[in-house]
């Protein structure tokens, strides 16, 4: 700061003068009056400061909000580091409080290009002063040697002329038509920057220094880094199409290169030229630094990606106006870029620096930001750099580190962080193998990786396997590729006796699942099935743990459970225990040997006595407390839910072992028997009702059965029996109050579990059973009323893990009522069933709040309540009586539409892909009864009609879960209009108007027309034309789009009040767009 300032004031005074050199590196005690002389502009320590402060950009370390200006051009640096906080904020020393880094860097910034123009005028001027007076004194070969050196001073002080007027309208300007005129000389510095080197240690006296690629790196840092967003998209974008010089394509041509013919507005000739084309040659790809990649353009991308300036950039090209994505041209010149540095030398070590600080960005970028690079860097060692680079492994443990916490926080959905690993893994499999691998590194990468879970993983097949063939070939390449055969059997052995992770002293189940325990037996695990004989190394110990009859507490039982969890959703251990389920020849699926069947039967046996422990764990005295979500609690169930997953796993794994199926029907037994008798045991309270609760949703998980004749009465008993479950306080005993908290917790969860299973089973014994749905239709129906009112209660109180249970429970009861036969009969009772089905499902969505499974129960409650036999039965029952406050499905699709607005539009697509497919009516319907369940839906049709989603966010992975509903559209339908494609779906396959019913014709298509009229028929303010792409000129064209479908349903009755509409609103000034479809 005292030097640039010093030198503003008086540079003018002494520039011309000769002064000892000061080299730009050095004690300064070393220079004496012997030094040579020269004037300031020769002296290396004035542009050591000079390049020093150009390239400072600590006033971008936090952009504005929205990608909106943070300060700087037209702003107070001082009041800018007042408002900040001062130096504190960015870590600079007490000394400087006055000041921020922000202001200081802007200031020197501005400070030295002032000072170089002041060395460049005056250089200038001397070159021109002394050229003029030696002007024909030279002859022959010395004159000429003369000349040619005094005209390349008088082009390099030309040439940095140029960069200083650069720098200054890049720093200084903020309008983007004039900064978008300055990249031909940019181009024209860096193609002179192509040809030098930075003069290290050079002590010239006589000449200026050359302009290499640091300083264009500093030039472009002023319009990537710039305060205004668009001005970055501008330089971002420009950087690269390559209009800064550089060669961003793995094969440039010079015509490619020197393609000026896009412009960011499109300007006069005469005046859009203000420097001619620079023939010299581009900068190789590779001249970029790894620092300016990441840490300038990387970031300067950042900076935009989510915010309102957006990443699509608009420009006029051949006099057509197109938009190009500055995201797809970042990719490809990531790709490029990679692909450049692979081959640029032998040893690899400036593209092992850029995969290294790769790694170290993953906490420093947005998600969007993150894919992309990962998905740029991850394709382009795939096509051309394997094994070119090398990764450290504290680097790797660093980078896993970062990962999981990222993943931890939510910040991206499942799709984004599937794509992280899959490219992740592309990263090390190209990777130098390490000689002698790290364990525990191996083991923490593995860790990120967890198999496939049919119930609730949406992960794409195809990418699922890319990843693990990628990780599969990383591994067997550690250590000559010996390393994994020997370390895998190794390790399931060391985790299973405690070798490699000490036991801890006590398993609570308050204490929730040991998250740690679990994920190195799950890395372990898919280590040993990436070598490709899991069996092999899996069963020995696993049957360390299990070789006899565990108890609940035992550790090794424990982890030898995880593993054999683990090794059969990895799909490595299943039937016979060694490949895949064998079968007789009469297709029957045989029992696992022997040897299996006993560790299966042990494995059951621990699991069952771990839900048993509950009365062990829970044990004690203490006050009683009425939280129902606290930790505890929270815990508890995580805990139940992982023995029951494991149980549930288990038999998925093998279907065919009786060890199984006999102790889980055994348990349904003696399940069955305790809840009919609630009372026989007062002494140990609510414990003995949790335990049974739980024992019975973990043997029904595993569809156990009752191997009688009477199954339907046996399971309506049961059903019953838990429906009359209560927590009741043991007599002369208080419990602690975290136990209470975690029994009621495990209570709701098992209690909602066994029911969401029963229910269905119920359901599928009466239709099964001779007689069986006429006989139990009564009991079935007062069971199933009573479940939803109590379902309907108990949600507020319901722990969020058991949130899902209780949905399917409740969505189970309703469609039974809904199919019941005689349901016409019973109207009133029907639609009030369905009111209290639709309270208790939206408080379910209210509460839940992992985003795939709330997709997936929204799903399920719009097959539910818009089927068509529902929507038909209400519309006679309600609507046509005038009993419109007896409509609970038009209130929930209502509520629905309300929910997605313009925000959610998934929401909606999801409702109106069911219910358009509904208001058609069942497949055997008549034409006269096509239609009539729609027509309480006719104001909302009306306005689906003209409604326009938002942009699809790729970010937002569970919106893909509408996607299956799409067939029925066009392929080419746009994005922006998939639920109007559904309505118009809807009105395209109604019935020709001389076979639909009257009804239909006049109450919902005549409404709907005269309706989309009367919106059309608005003239817009004071005569002028709506503005193209506003939300008027949309609705006014999707309203004549529409119009234009459904004028074949325009008859007599209302043609002349149509026509007179039409004409009238021809009469208005319209654009082109919606006129073509006013005159369709």
């Given at each position: 700061?005292t030097?640039?300032?010093?030198?503003?004031?008086?540079?003018?005074s002494?520039r011309?003068?000769e002064?000892?050199?000061?080299?730009a590196?050095?004690?300064?005690n070393?220079y004496?009056?012997?030094?040579?002389l020269?004037?300031?502009?020769f002296?290396?320590?004035?542009?050591?400061?000079?390049?020093q402060?150009?390239?400072?950009?600590g006033?971008?370390d936090?952009?504005?909000?929205?990608?909106?200006?943070?300060?700087?051009?037209?702003?107070s640096?001082?009041?800018r580091?007042?408002?900040?906080?001062?130096?504190?904020?960015?870590?600079?020393?007490?000394?400087?409080?006055?000041?921020?880094?922000?202001?200081?860097?802007?200031?020197?910034?501005r400070?030295?290009?002032?000072?170089?123009?002041l060395?460049?005028?005056?250089?200038?001027?001397?070159?021109?002063?002394s050229?003029s007076?030696k002007?024909?004194k030279?002859?022959?070969?010395?004159?000429?040697?003369?000349?040619?050196?005094?005209?390349d001073?008088?082009?390099?002080a030309?040439m940095?002329m140029k960069?200083?007027?650069?720098?200054?309208?890049?720093?200084?300007?903020?309008?983007?038509?004039?900064?978008?005129?300055v990249?031909t000389?940019?181009?024209?510095?860096?193609?002179?920057a192509s040809?030098?080197t930075l003069?290290e240690?050079?002590?010239?006296t006589?000449?200026l220094?050359l302009?290499?690629w640091?300083?264009?790196?500093?030039?472009l840092?002023?319009?990537?880094?710039?305060d205004?967003p668009?001005l970055?998209?501008?330089?971002?974008?420009?950087f690269l199409?390559?209009d800064?010089?550089i060669?961003?394509?793995?094969v440039?041509?010079e015509?490619?290169?020197?393609d000026?013919g896009?412009?960011?507005?499109?300007?006069?000739e005469?005046k859009?030229?203000?420097?001619?084309?620079?023939?010299?040659?581009?900068?190789?790809i590779?001249?970029?630094?790894?620092s300016?990649?990441?840490?300038?353009?990387?970031?300067?991308?950042?900076s935009i990606?989510?915010?309102?300036?957006g990443?699509n950039?608009?420009i006029?090209?051949?006099?057509?106006?197109k938009?190009?994505?500055v995201?797809?041209?970042?990719s490809?010149?990531?790709?490029?870029?990679?692909?450049?540095?692979?081959?640029?030398s032998?040893?690899?070590?400036?593209?092992?620096?850029f995969?290294?600080?790769?790694l170290?960005?993953i906490?420093t970028l947005?998600?969007?930001?993150l894919?992309?690079?990962?998905?740029?860097?991850?394709?382009?060692?795939?096509?051309s750099?394997?094994?070119?680079?090398?990764?450290e492994q504290?680097?790797?443990r660093?980078?896993?580190k970062?990962?999981l916490?990222?993943?931890?926080?939510?910040g991206?959905?499942?799709?984004?962080?599937?794509?992280?690993r899959?490219?992740?893994?592309s990263m090390?499999?190209?990777?130098?193998?390490?000689?002698?691998?790290?364990?525990?590194?191996?083991?923490?990468?593995l860790s990120?990786?967890p198999?496939?879970?049919d119930?609730?993983?949406n992960?794409?097949?195809?990418?699922?396997?890319?990843?693990?063939s990628?990780?599969?070939?990383?591994?067997?390449g550690?250590?000559?590729?010996q390393?994994?055969?020997?370390?895998a059997?190794?390790?399931?052995?060391?985790?299973v006796m405690?070798?490699?992770?000490?036991?801890?002293d006590?398993?609570d189940?308050?204490s929730?699942?040991?998250?740690l325990?679990r994920?190195?037996g799950?890395a372990i695990?898919l280590?040993?099935?990436?070598?490709?004989?899991?069996?092999?190394?899996?069963w020995?110990?696993?049957?360390?743990?299990l070789?006899?009859?565990?108890?609940?507490?035992?550790?090794k039982?424990?982890?030898?459970?995880?593993?054999?969890?683990?090794?059969?959703?990895?799909?490595?251990?299943?039937g016979?225990?060694?490949?895949?389920?064998?079968?007789?020849?009469?297709?029957?699926?045989?029992?696992?040997?022997p040897n299996?069947?006993f560790?299966?039967?042990h494995a059951?046996?621990?699991?069952?006595?771990q839900?048993?422990e509950i009365?062990?764990?829970?044990?004690?005295?203490?006050?009683?407390?009425?939280?129902?979500r606290?930790q505890?609690?929270?815990?508890?169930?995580?805990?139940?839910?992982?023995?029951?997953?494991?149980?549930r796993?288990l038999?998925l794994?093998?279907?065919s072992?009786?060890?199984i199926s006999?102790?889980?029907?055994?348990?349904?037994?003696?399940?069955a028997?305790?809840l009919?008798?609630p009372?026989?045991d007062?002494?140990?309270g609510?414990?003995?009702?949790?335990?049974?609760?739980t024992?019975c949703?973990?043997s029904l998980?595993?569809d156990?059965?009752f191997?009688d004749?009477k199954?339907?009465?046996?399971?309506?008993?049961?059903?019953?029996?838990i429906?009359?479950?209560?927590?009741?306080?043991?007599k002369?005993?208080?419990?602690r109050?975290?136990?209470?908290?975690a029994?009621?917790?495990?209570f709701?969860?098992a209690k909602?579990?066994?029911?969401s299973?029963?229910?269905?089973m119920?359901n599928e014994a009466?239709?099964?059973q001779?007689?069986?749905?006429?006989?139990?239709?009564?009991?079935m129906?007062?069971?199933?009323e009573?479940?939803?009112?109590s379902?309907?209660?108990?949600?507020?109180?319901?722990p969020?893990?058991?949130?899902?249970?209780l949905?399917?429970?409740?969505t189970?009861?309703?469609?039974?009522?809904?199919?019941l036969?005689?349901?016409?009969?019973n109207?009133t009772s029907?639609?009030s069933?369905?009111?209290?089905?639709?309270?208790?499902?939206?408080?379910?969505l209210?509460e839940?709040?992992?985003?795939?499974?709330?997709?997936?129960m929204?799903?399920?409650?719009c097959?539910?309540l818009?089927?068509?036999?529902l929507?038909?039965?209400?519309?006679?029952n309600?609507?046509?009586d005038?009993d419109?406050?007896?409509m609970?499905?038009?209130?929930?699709?209502?509520k629905?539409?309300?929910?997605?607005?313009?925000?959610?539009p998934?929401i909606n697509i999801?409702?109106?892909?069911?219910?358009s497919?509904?208001w058609?009516?069942?497949k055997?319907?008549?034409d006269?009864?096509?239609?009539l369940?729609?027509?309480?839906?006719?104001?909302?049709?009306?306005?689906?009609l003209?409604?326009?989603?938002p942009?699809?966010?790729e970010?937002?992975a569970?919106?893909?879960?509408?996607?299956d509903?799409?067939?029925?559209?066009p392929q080419?339908t746009?994005g922006?209009s998939i639920?109007?494609?559904f309505?118009?779906s809807?009105?395209?396959?109604?019935?020709?108007?001389?076979?639909?019913s009257?009804?239909?014709?006049?109450?919902l298509?005549?409404?709907?027309?005269?309706?989309?009229?009367?919106?059309c028929?608005?003239?817009p303010?004071?005569?002028?034309p709506?503005?193209?792409?506003?939300?008027?000129?949309?609705?006014?064209?999707r309203s004549?789009q529409?119009?234009?479908?459904?004028?074949?349903f325009?008859?007599?009755?209302?043609?002349n009040?149509?026509?007179?509409?039409?004409?009238k609103?021809?009469s208005n000034?319209?654009?082109?767009?919606?006129r073509?479809?006013?005159?369709?």
């Amino acid at each position: 700061m005292t030097a640039t300032a010093i030198l503003c004031i008086l540079l003018p005074s002494f520039r011309g003068m000769e002064l000892p050199t000061v080299p730009a590196t050095g004690d300064n005690n070393d220079y004496h009056a012997s030094s040579p002389l020269c004037r300031p502009v020769f002296q290396p320590s004035v542009w050591a400061l000079i390049r020093q402060s150009l390239k400072r950009c600590g006033d971008t370390d936090s952009f504005g909000g929205d990608g909106g200006d943070s300060g700087g051009r037209g702003t107070s640096l001082l009041s800018r580091g007042a408002r900040d906080g001062g130096s504190s904020t960015f870590g600079y020393n007490d000394d400087i409080s006055t000041y921020d880094r922000a202001a200081i860097d802007q200031l020197l910034r501005r400070r030295s290009a002032h000072i170089l123009r002041l060395l460049i005028e005056y250089e200038r001027d001397s070159l021109l002063r002394s050229g003029s007076k030696k002007k024909g004194k030279g002859k022959g070969r010395q004159g000429k040697d003369n000349q040619d050196s005094r005209i390349d001073k008088q082009k390099r002080a030309d040439m940095w002329m140029k960069y200083v007027l650069c720098f200054e309208m890049l720093e200084m300007e903020i309008e983007i038509h004039l900064v978008d005129q300055v990249w031909t000389t940019v181009k024209e510095l860096s193609s002179e920057a192509s040809m030098n080197t930075l003069e290290e240690g050079t002590n010239s006296t006589n000449e200026l220094p050359l302009i290499v690629w640091e300083d264009v790196a500093s030039l472009l840092c002023r319009v990537l880094l710039s305060d205004a967003p668009t001005l970055r998209k501008l330089g971002l974008y420009r950087f690269l199409c390559g209009d800064s010089g550089i060669q961003v394509t793995s094969v440039a041509t010079e015509e490619d290169q020197d393609d000026n013919g896009r412009t960011f507005m499109r300007k006069a000739e005469s005046k859009c030229k203000v420097k001619k084309k620079s023939g010299g040659a581009s900068v190789p790809i590779t001249t970029v630094s790894v620092s300016f990649v990441l840490d300038i353009v990387m970031r300067s991308y950042d900076s935009i990606v989510g915010t309102k300036v957006g990443t699509n950039m608009q420009i006029d090209e051949g006099g057509q106006q197109k938009s190009e994505k500055v995201a797809d041209l970042l990719s490809e010149f990531l790709s490029n870029y990679v692909i450049a540095l692979a081959a640029s030398s032998e040893d690899g070590s400036e593209l092992s620096e850029f995969m290294t600080r790769i790694l170290a960005v993953i906490t420093t970028l947005k998600w969007r930001s993150l894919v992309l690079l990962f998905r740029a860097v991850a394709t382009a060692v795939d096509q051309s750099a394997s094994h070119k680079y090398t990764l450290e492994q504290e680097t790797v443990r660093a980078a896993i580190k970062d990962m999981l916490s990222t993943f931890s926080s939510g910040g991206a959905p499942r799709s984004l962080q599937e794509g992280l690993r899959q490219d992740l893994s592309s990263m090390l499999k190209n990777a130098v193998p390490w000689t002698r691998p790290d364990a525990s590194i191996v083991l923490d990468v593995l860790s990120l990786y967890p198999p496939q879970d049919d119930l609730v993983d949406n992960t794409d097949n195809e990418t699922h396997s890319l990843t693990r063939s990628a990780l599969a070939t990383w591994i067997l390449g550690l250590g000559d590729g010996q390393w994994a055969n020997n370390a895998a059997p190794v390790c399931a052995s060391a985790y299973v006796m405690g070798e490699m992770l000490p036991f801890n002293d006590k398993i609570d189940i308050l204490s929730g699942v040991n998250t740690l325990e679990r994920t190195l037996g799950m890395a372990i695990s898919l280590l040993c099935t990436l070598t490709g004989n899991a069996s092999e190394m899996l069963w020995p110990a696993i049957f360390k743990g299990l070789q006899k009859p565990p108890s609940a507490s035992s550790h090794k039982a424990i982890r030898s459970m995880i593993l054999l969890e683990w090794g059969c959703r990895e799909e490595a251990l299943s039937g016979m225990g060694n490949g895949d389920i064998v079968t007789d020849k009469q297709n029957c699926m045989l029992p696992p040997p022997p040897n299996v069947e006993f560790l299966l039967n042990h494995a059951v046996q621990l699991l069952m006595s771990q839900v048993t422990e509950i009365k062990t764990s829970l044990g004690g005295r203490a006050e009683k407390s009425g939280a129902t979500r606290s930790q505890a609690s929270g815990q508890a169930s995580s805990y139940i839910y992982t023995l029951i997953n494991q149980i549930r796993v288990l038999h998925l794994s093998f279907p065919s072992s009786s060890s199984i199926s006999l102790a889980v029907n055994a348990i349904l037994s003696q399940c069955a028997d305790s809840l009919k008798q609630p009372n026989s045991d007062e002494t140990d309270g609510p414990i003995e009702t949790v335990v049974t609760l739980t024992l019975c949703y973990a043997s029904l998980s595993c569809d156990a059965k009752f191997e009688d004749a009477k199954e339907l009465e046996k399971l309506l008993s049961i059903c019953e029996a838990i429906m009359t479950c209560e927590l009741s306080q043991a007599k002369g005993k208080s419990m602690r109050r975290d136990a209470v908290q975690a029994l009621r917790s495990i209570f709701h969860y098992a209690k909602w579990g066994s029911l969401s299973l029963i229910v269905p089973m119920i359901n599928e014994a009466a239709r099964k059973q001779p007689g069986g749905a006429e006989l139990a239709s009564g009991s079935m129906q007062q069971i199933y009323e009573k479940i939803l009112t109590s379902a309907n209660e108990a949600v507020d109180s319901t722990p969020v893990i058991a949130l899902p249970p209780l949905f399917a429970c409740t969505t189970s009861c309703g469609e039974y009522l809904v199919e019941l036969e005689d349901a016409g009969a019973n109207g009133t009772s029907l639609l009030s069933s369905i009111k209290v089905i639709s309270e208790t499902l939206f408080a379910v969505l209210k509460e839940e709040t992992a985003s795939s499974t709330w997709m997936h129960m929204l799903s399920s409650m719009c097959n539910l309540l818009f089927s068509p036999k529902l929507l038909l039965h209400e519309y006679q029952n309600s609507y046509v009586d005038g009993d419109r406050d007896n409509m609970p499905v038009m209130e929930s699709f209502e509520k629905l539409i309300e929910m997605g607005s313009a925000l959610k539009p998934h929401i909606n697509i999801v409702a109106v892909s069911y219910i358009s497919v509904a208001w058609l009516g069942n497949k055997d319907s008549s034409d006269q009864d096509v239609g009539l369940a729609a027509i309480p839906y006719r104001d909302n049709i009306a306005e689906l009609l003209v409604y326009k989603e938002p942009k699809f966010d790729e970010s937002s992975a569970n919106q893909n879960s509408t996607k299956d509903r799409h067939g029925i559209l066009p392929q080419t339908t746009d994005g922006s209009s998939i639920t109007r494609a559904f309505v118009l779906s809807f009105l395209s396959k109604l019935p020709s108007p001389e076979n639909m019913s009257d009804v239909v014709l006049k109450e919902l298509v005549h409404h709907i027309i005269l309706k989309l009229i009367d919106a059309c028929c608005l003239p817009p303010a004071k005569g002028k034309p709506f503005i193209t792409g506003s939300e008027e000129y949309s609705k006014m064209m999707r309203s004549w789009q529409a119009l234009c479908l459904l004028s074949r349903f325009v008859t007599f009755d209302i043609a002349n009040e149509v026509a007179q509409k039409v004409f009238k609103a021809m009469s208005n000034l319209s654009h082109g767009q919606i006129r073509y479809f006013m005159e369709w």
